[in-house]
């Protein structure tokens, strides 16, 4: 729809062009109780936010904590929002911007099923070899590869594999975690 | 003495524990021990609502006008379904409240039960937290911590979500001590850096405004001591949002009126033209800033607030400071004392003058008339016939709402209860038996309009049942009003199902309901008949006859800035006030 242009609208400055979109890996800390997946995922939901990726696992036992790494886009102040949005969730202990501290490493896991045959079959293999992925299982007429890496390498190993016979494909989402010797 | 007991004497206890004098409620099956244990002691006084929402605005109510957590205790399914708007309300208002819910027996949840439903499922976005307490040896712990929750920080809506074996079940008790979060912290003391930076900015501010909101009042009395000083102490203007009033006193010069969509000319303009805007305890609504881009476009603006995620979320400032607002004001008040620094008093002088200026165009001035009540002169004659009273008014949601905001005014904090978030037609009738049962002696109000009071309107059965005076002054045009404002304003005047057919009389109604009726259609009539309702010690319907036509002004229509708002005699323009984006909108 288009502005409607009249002298009270006009001496304003438009309103902001659109700030980029940024992308960032989050790290969120919580209680390992019931429900507090379904409590971050409902806020962005509810919200609006984006989830590019999103991983969970107990990682503390004795304490009952798990990290939830989520990966996200959004405008600055979206993803400002973000963060202090997850902060305020009761089981909530801390939320750190793995992008933006600079220093965070990022992997996923990928299970990769490809079938072929011949000469295929040999590229597949051949490919896996120069990205490093393990065959893990084998037929007379598929492999499945196990890869890890960023996401970025995956998604090229994946566009490469769809003309030697991709079937599927199973990926973790990303992990990520601070360089150096400090805890989150 | 041993700490065993069941789960429902568990409930019973925890509420006494946490001084809960009143419980509203609805009684069903699965909550049946907990009333069952209620029946055994005299501590917590049971209040029987005919709806478990009109439950949960009593309980808002009772906790915006005293200060205390609300509590509420209703049934599993349609008891906690029931109770979803007003969870909603007190989430978006930011108030205390507790409500437990009954839930069908561990074993059978998820295989839809009879009144089964996923409560904190239903519950999780309309509340601050929620619990569901799958063992007994936890239930207390949850019920001090959920008490904790809701009263602390920003304070919102707790949901305990007990199934009916766990009520029978026998377990240990704790008591409330030593109620500390593992990772709920809320941080009240505000950075003393960013504070002296906001008072740096202050001190050479030309045209400062105060902007404050519902935290003020959120945070207790002694913010609106503090704030009084503070204002007092710089001498700048201040202005507040609709949950703020009555945090300063409207008496005094400094007060320029409401801001916002239906605010007074010279807040809004002031608002617009402001350098340096002070915004403590509010949020930047949408209903405050009006069009985004050309919101204060010169100022430079403080921002405090207790919950982080306030900030920049709407509009972007250039001083947050994250705390309580009573402890940010007190170390605002000491550095601004022991700051050096002089204000510029001529800046300050010409500001005022403008302000004056702004003043002088009376913007909620309406034309008076002899034949019609006019719903503005029908606020005006309550207000001055209740002002030496101690008067608490909770509202409906609408033109009357507007209007008690406009029209009445406030000295006193936790003097006015109204749905601002949400905006919940029947919020003020519910919230208005929540207010006397926490104030016995005094005149409650509720400003109603005729359309919204009928929907929660069974629960002066439970003002009769118990004996509260509360007052339904309804400003009766015989329509949604602001619906049929927007009808006006937006879609040519066609007014689709905004007309209140078929409506009671509310003489007849209140008497059957063995309350007290009156009517009033004539503006000679209407001193005698407010006094007659003040007068009588029982539960009143007023009827109020109102002009049918009348708009409330002034407004700032959608999609528009502060300094483009619509005044009531040059109202003939309106339809071209909006513009098609405005219409988008709400």
Known sequence: MNMTVNPTTTHYPAAPVDEREQRRTLSVLVDNEPGVLARVIGLFSGRGYNIDSLTVSETEHEKHLSRITIATTGKPMVIEQIKHQLERLVPVHRVVDLTESGRALERELALIKVRGKGDNRVEALRLADAFRARVIDATTESFIFELTGKTDKIDQFLILMEPLGLIECSRTGIAAIARGPEGM | ?586
């Open chain 2, 1 to 586: 003495m041993s700490n065993e007991m069941t789960g429902a004497e568990m409930v019973v206890k925890a509420l006494s524990e946490q001084g809960v004098k009143h419980l509203f409620g609805y009684p069903g099956g699965a909550v049946l021990p907990i009333y069952d244990a209620l029946f055994q002691q005299k501590d917590v006084q049971h209040i029987l609502v005919r709806h478990e929402q009109g439950a949960v605005h009593a309980a808002e109510g009772y906790a915006r006008s005293s200060g205390k957590v609300g509590a509420v205790l209703v049934t599993s399914g349609p008891g906690a379904t029931n109770a979803v708007t007003g969870l909603t309300d007190a989430l978006m208002d930011s108030i205390p409240v507790v409500v437990i819910t009954g839930q069908v027996p561990t074993h059978l949840i998820g295989n839809d039960a009879f009144q089964e439903c996923d409560t904190v499922g239903i519950t999780r976005p309309c509340t601050k937290h929620n619990y569901l307490v799958k063992d007994v040896n936890d239930l207390s712990r949850i019920l001090h911590e959920a008490f904790y929750i809701a009263g602390s920080g920003r304070p919102g809506p707790v949901v305990v979500d007990i199934p009916k074996d766990i009520q029978f079940a026998k377990g240990k008790y704790t008591g409330p001590k030593n109620v500390e979060h593992k990772s709920y912290k809320p941080k009240l003391k505000g950075d003393m850096a960013k504070i002296q930076a906001a008072i740096d900015l202050m001190k050479c501010a030309k045209r400062p405004l105060f902007y404050t909101g519902g935290g003020i009042i959120n945070s207790g009395n002694e913010a609106s001591v503090l704030l009084r000083d503070l204002v007092k102490i710089t001498g700048y203007p201040i202005t507040s949002t609709l949950m703020g009033l009555g945090a300063y006193p409207a008496a005094d010069p400094q007060w320029l009126g409401m801001l916002g969509m239906h605010g007074t000319y010279e807040a809004n303009w002031a608002m617009h033209d402001c350098d340096v805007m002070i915004c403590i305890g509010a949020r930047f609504d949408d209903r405050i800033t009006g069009r985004l881009d050309a919101f204060a476009p010169h100022s430079k603006k403080i921002h405090v607030d207790i919950d982080p995620s306030s900030i920049n979320k709407n509009v972007k400032v250039d001083i947050p400071i994250i705390g309580d607002c009573a402890h940010v004001l007190e170390d605002m008040v000491r550095l601004w004392r022991s700051s050096s620094a002089q204000p510029d008093k001529k800046a300050l002088g010409e500001w005022w003058e403008q302000i004056k200026k702004w003043r002088a165009r009376k913007s909620l001035a309406y034309k008076k008339s002899n034949d019609v009540i006019k719903p503005q002169y029908a606020v005006e004659r309550l207000y001055e016939l209740t002002k030496d009273r101690d008067t608490y008014i909770t509202t409906e949601v609408g033109q009357h709402q507007m209007w008690a905001a406009q029209h009445l005014h406030f000295q006193e904090p936790r003097r006015w209860m109204t749905s601002g978030g949400l905006g919940t037609m029947g919020y003020g009738l519910p919230a208005a038996v929540g207010v006397q049962l926490a104030h016995p002696k005094s005149l409650v109000i509720d400003v109603a309009g005729e359309a919204s009071v009928l929907m929660t309107m069974q629960e002066i059965s439970t003002a009769v049942q118990y004996r509260l005076p509360i007052k339904i002054f309804i400003l009766n045009n015989e329509y949604m009003g602001m619906v049929r404002q927007w009808q006006e304003l937006l879609h040519g005047g066609r007014y689709s199902e905004s007309y209140s057919a078929a409506l009671p009389d509310f003489v007849k109604l209140a008497e059957a309901y063995h309350a007290v009726g009156i009517r009033c259609a004539r503006p000679g009539d209407l001193d005698a008949a407010i006094k007659e309702m003040i007068k009588v010690d029982k539960p009143v319907i007023f009827d109020c006859v109102v002009d049918k036509n009348e708009n409330c002004f002034p407004m700032i229509p959608s999609g528009r800035a502060h300094n483009e708002m619509i005044l009531g005699d040059a109202a003939e323009s309106i339809g071209d006030a909006v513009t098609e984006e405005g219409k988008m909108l709400v």
